[in-house]
């Protein structure tokens, strides 16, 4: 079955800051992953899919870029709002395994 | 879109646990939809559980699919998720999820779980 692999695994970061937080699969899952947030106490989200395609409704300062095995999540001006567990997710064939998170908070 | 989770929420060793999803906003009677199941223990990362097609093909998690049975009703608005012989490890959120795949020239295309349920905490204890 084809890991996927986050990292970091937490990070802290200033408001305003870049941040970018990336994901690994072990084989090539072409554009067909997923980027979901999860805020304290709540609901998984999706934030991007197809590795890239911003979600409605999704600011964008948020951003998504890979392809095959190496994808990255940016976020371009980290808000207070922004603190939450991100997650990526493999949807190409099952299972449809997902990262194991980062934490992202502020400094 | 939206999908509710039902069932026991304390549930004791070896029994089995069975989680009723109930949605509205769509049919899993209908081509392309699909119902499935994603967990979290406390504290932990999402793990996808298992996933059933309007076509009734189902797909499990390698890991647990030998205590895993995912069916659909006849109305298609409802999904059942049975887990048995569950022990402390499976306390855990459990989430019910909505998949519908896009058609393209060539067949279906796979997409993200784009509706979430709002959980049910399942905690397995004697």
């Known amino acids: 079955d084809i890991q996927m692999t986050q990292s970091p695994t937490s990070l802290s970061a200033f408001v305003g800051d870049r941040v970018t937080i990336t994901c690994r699969a072990s084989?090539?899952?072409?554009?067909?992953l997923a980027w979901y947030q999860q805020k304290p106490g709540g609901v998984p989200k999706v934030l991007i899919y197809t590795a890239s395609t911003l979600e409605s409704g999704v600011p964008p300062r948020f951003s998504g870029s890979g392809s095959g095995t190496y994808f990255t999540l940016t976020i371009s001006s980290l808000q207070p709002e922004d603190v939450a567990t991100y997650y990526c997710?493999?949807?190409?064939?099952?299972?449809?395994?997902f990262g194991q998170g980062t934490k992202l908070e502020i400094k | 879109i939206t999908l509710k989770e039902a069932g026991p929420t304390l549930v004791k060793p070896t029994q089995t646990l069975t989680l009723t999803c109930t949605f509205s906003?769509?049919?899993?009677?209908?081509?392309?939809?699909?119902v499935g199941w994603v967990r979290q223990p406390p504290g932990k990362a999402l793990e996808w559980l298992a996933l059933?097609?309007?076509?009734?093909?189902?797909r499990y998690s390698p890991s647990l699919k030998n205590r895993l049975t995912i069916t659909k009703d006849t109305s298609g608005t409802h999904v059942v998720l049975t887990m048995t012989n569950v022990e402390p490890v499976d306390t855990a959120t459990y989430y019910c999820v909505h998949r519908r795949l896009p058609y393209e020239p060539g067949g279906y295309v796979p997409y993200h779980f784009d509706y979430w349920g709002q959980g049910i905490l399942v905690t397995v204890s004697s």
């Open positions: 997710q493999k949807y190409d064939s099952d299972p449809y395994t």
């Open positions: 059933i097609y309007w076509d009734d093909d189902q």
């Open positions: 084989q090539d899952i072409r554009n067909h």
């Open positions: 906003g769509f049919s899993l009677n209908s081509a392309a939809e699909g």
